[in-house]
């Protein structure tokens, strides 16, 4: 056995007698840098898709800090910690490749971003080198973090880490739109508007899941509104008490709201219904 004072990419290399594998205390630097790689080759001439680019990165690193700020008020620390960051940083790197291929980012429209990413992360070696298991939950972690529910079946574990990116996701998406509903009225975005028209109509079929209290399914979405909505509804597939009290600080929903039309009674009823949702559920 060599010294201790092996850098990460000696100890990646290293094939000795025993296969080593790094935790994540030293790993996570290196893993770092191999996104920003494989980022990097993405770069682009054009400053409108270099702006995409940076947006994605930009959220990137806020699902990392939010994921730190949700698994430690959770109880998390060390290795495990850790893992969720890894887990959040790796969450959207389908999105390059998908934004190059289609230039867009509904998968609908052109291809699932969470499978794009596992499999971005098998062909360039993302994770090789830490312990095979918790790649697997990374992985996992991140093939998972956009489906429209949990996985039936999912140990435990597993769960755990696929609950926290999915909030910290969240987190971040509702900041990102919020921000931009602000600002709409300057420019329009239609990556984030997922070219839906913005037309006054509110789909039955996303009220009617809202007022059950269930998430709205993409596929129910027709207008601008339904999207809104759908954001709105996201509370009802929050996991952790530390993420209703953010969404609560943030008056997030209220902001939403706000960028909906005024006087129609189903959208008031919807948000009422998650409001008092949120309130509840931020106090235990
Ligand atoms: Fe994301």
Redesign the pocket.
């Known amino acids: 056995m060599r010294s201790g004072r092996m850098n990460v990419n000696e100890l990646l290399h290293y094939t000795g007698e025993m296969r080593l594998s790094v935790d994540l205390q030293t790993f996570l630097p290196e893993l770092k840098n191999r996104f920003e790689q494989y980022v990097k080759q993405f770069a682009s001439p054009d400053p409108d898709v270099q702006a995409v680019l940076d947006l994605k990165q930009a959220?990137?690193r806020r699902?990392c800090e939010a994921i730190l700020d949700i698994g430690g008020h959770e109880g998390l620390s060390g290795e495990e910690l850790r893992m969720a960051e890894a887990a959040a940083l790796l969450?959207?790197i389908g999105r390059f490749e998908q934004y190059r291929k289609y230039k867009t980012f509904s998968d609908i429209r052109s291809e699932n971003h969470a499978l794009l990413g596992v499999k971005v992360i098998g062909e360039n070696r993302i994770l090789e080198g830490i312990d095979p298991g918790k790649a697997k939950v990374i992985i996992r972690a991140v093939e998972c973090?956009n489906r429209a529910a949990l996985p039936v079946g999912e140990n435990s574990r597993g769960l755990l880490f696929m609950k926290l990116l999915r909030d910290a996701?969240k987190v971040?998406?509702w900041r990102v739109v919020t921000d931009y509903y602000r600002n709409a009225h300057r420019e329009r975005n239609q990556t984030i508007e997922l070219n839906l028209p913005d037309e006054p109509e509110i789909s039955d079929s996303v009220c009617r899941s809202l007022m059950k209290g269930n998430i709205v399914q993409m596929t129910d979405i027709r207008t601008l509104n339904d999207f809104k909505l759908l954001q709105i509804g996201w509370i009802y597939d929050v996991n952790f008490r530390r993420t209703f009290q953010i969404v609560k600080e943030k008056g997030y929903l209220g902001q939403i709201r706000g960028a909906l039309p005024e006087n129609s009674i189903r959208i008031a009823e919807v948000y009422e219904r998650a409001l008092a949702f949120l309130n509840l559920k931020r106090r235990f």
Request: hydrophobic residues 20%.
């Open positions: 959220h990137t699902v969450h959207d973090h996701d971040d998406i």
